[in-house]
């Protein structure tokens, strides 16, 4: 079969299958060091161990047409930046050189699969392993591309008749966000501190200042960038696939009583910045290419000529899954949805954001918005929906109930795309954060 490997103990069901080979930043307690890596199975092979290994002559055929040199530096970063800004036809070989290295027929055995050596100083278990954040990020904007959670949160606070804002249909909505409290899988987030107002009719509006009541997640997808664009230099939509590096799964953790007082007039910002979790694997833009499909948000609006692709299938169908972990152990999964329902592609948010000429740069990252899907509430992606703003509760297993997050409860994101008919399967790992008490003031 096409997707066997020789890997131990390897499925082609694992998230990480030959099919996907996605990249991340590890250590592990013999070397502290932050490098890249790829995942396969339930292992992490050390590239920049393997490429100091290996004769160049050698890595000449495994990644046919790339400048080893500078594949070499680019992989011995503590970032995944300098591989991401090769750009995406690098991409494409070495992923594919990966590949026929870990398959189970592989032409380059001697190069790791027979030097026994060479797999004990790069192959390391994933439970070994330490993950860190891929990339430097400089720059963050999160968009508002999921229709269902736009519409649902419109109808909450300005009814059906108003749900979407005049401009909706038009363009990618979305704003500038901040870089320095994006974290990797697995970090504790702390509950913010911010202004309140805890009666929303009393006149005059008094606010009080202290931890948020309504903590909330943000079922998203992210996107790195690779290709970078000057600034007074548009991306043409046409184009801007060549711009992506890769997807991670991504939560924007939300403080909805801080930011329903604060937002009016610029918008979220201390109820958004204190915290977005994404999953430490960034699965490449080719590895999706198969999971591609047309979105099922049917926008009527004539879009303006800058928005308007050449391809039909825009979006991915990924399956994405919330569970809510309490502090006795007590896990249930609360979402299930589909990346299906973004109304806007990357593409499109990518074109709209340089449209001015903004530039881009390796490692600026994207979010998708909210993905909920057109179902009830087991489709929504966060908890101001399933809850109606804290108006209903989400039941949970041992009589437990939320209508936003408690001290102690961890979020997990899941995400997978699968042909089930070819047994391939491709998949994002796990996002998660645990809440713990509110900053040290």
Known sequence: MANESWIPNYSPSNDFSLANIPFGIISTPEDQTLRPAIAIGGFALDLKTWLAIVNKEKLADVFSGVDIDQLDHALSQPTLNSFAALGRPVHRIVRKGLQDLLHKDTPYAELLRDDENARTKTLSRLSDVTMHLPMEIGDYTDFYAGYHHAYAVGVMFRGPE????????????????????????????????????????????????????????????????????????????????????????????????????????????????????????????????????????????????????????????????????????????????????????????????????????????????????????????????????????????????RTFLKDGDSITLRGFCADDGKGVRVGFGRCSGTVHGGPQR
Request: hydrophobic share 35%; net charge negative.
């Open 162 to 401: 108003n749900a979407l804002q005049p401009n909706y249909t038009h363009l990618p909505v979305g704003y500038h966000g901040r870089a320095s409290s994006i974290v990797v899988d697995g970090t504790p987030i702390r509950r913010p501190v911010g202004q309140i107002l805890l009666d929303p009719k009393a006149e005059p509006k008094k606010p009080v200042t202290g931890p948020t009541r309504k903590l909330d997640i943000e079922l998203e997808l992210g996107c790195f960038i690779s290709k970078p664009n000057k600034m007074g230099e548009s991306v043409d939509v046409k184009q801007a696939e060549e711009h992506i590096f890769g997807y991670v799964l991504l939560n924007d953790w939300s403080a909805r009583d801080i930011q329903a007082w604060e937002y009016v007039p610029l918008g979220p910002f201390n109820g958004k910045n204190f915290g977005t979790t994404i999953s430490a694997w960034v699965v490449l833009a080719d590895a999706l290419e198969p999971f591609k499909v047309k979105t099922e948000i049917d926008n009527k609006t004539e879009l303006q000529e800058y928005l308007k692709g050449e391809e039909d299938k825009t979006v991915f169908d990924i399956k994405l899954e919330v569970d809510l972990t309490t502090a006795d152990g007590s896990t249930n999964t609360i979402g299930r949805t589909s990346s299906k329902y973004l109304m806007w592609s990357f593409p499109q948010m990518i074109a709209h954001h340089t449209l001015g000429g903004c530039s881009m740069r390796p490692g600026d990252l994207l979010g998708s918005g909210t993905i909920s899907g057109p179902g009830g509430v087991e489709e929504r992606g966060s908890l101001l929906e399933m809850t109606e703003n804290g108006k209903k509760e989400v039941l949970l297993a041992g009589m437990n109930a």
